[in-house]
């Protein structure tokens, strides 16, 4: 499965992004977003099942927005409120073999950069 993802890029602060992931094949399982700034570890971000049950990591929830368009085996992040400390390489990444919220995935796209400026 080959993921590809788009939609970043430089936004200012306060500003909307919407992120979009594309699988090529059909994924039953849970997909996730997940990000990477310079200098730290990647970090979750939210992740949906296959229902539409979608979680998210605290400082994220009212502000992102995940969800899933299985028909066209593709996942979206709507980024709203967006702050300097959410400039990341962000990733997606398809089939959990863990919980959701871990980095214990199949697969994982190349990722795209969102630059928030102050």
């Known amino acids: 499965v080959q993921l590809q993802a788009s939609g970043g890029g430089l936004v200012q602060a306060g500003g909307s992004l919407s992120l979009s992931c594309a699988a090529s094949l059909r994924t039953d399982s849970g997909m996730g977003w997940f990000r990477q700034a310079p200098g730290k570890e990647r970090e979750f971000v939210a992740g949906i099942l296959w229902s539409g049950i979608a979680y998210y990591t605290d400082s994220m929830k009212g502000r992102f927005t995940i969800s899933r368009d299985n028909a066209k085996n593709t996942i979206y992040l709507q980024m709203n409120s967006l702050k300097p400390e959410d400039t990341a390489v962000y990733y997606c990444?398809?089939?959990?073999?863990?919980?959701?919220?871990?980095?214990?995935?199949?697969?994982w796209g190349t990722g795209t950069l969102v630059t928030v400026s102050s």
């Open positions: 990444a398809a089939q959990n073999r863990g919980a959701i919220t871990s980095t214990d995935y199949r697969y």
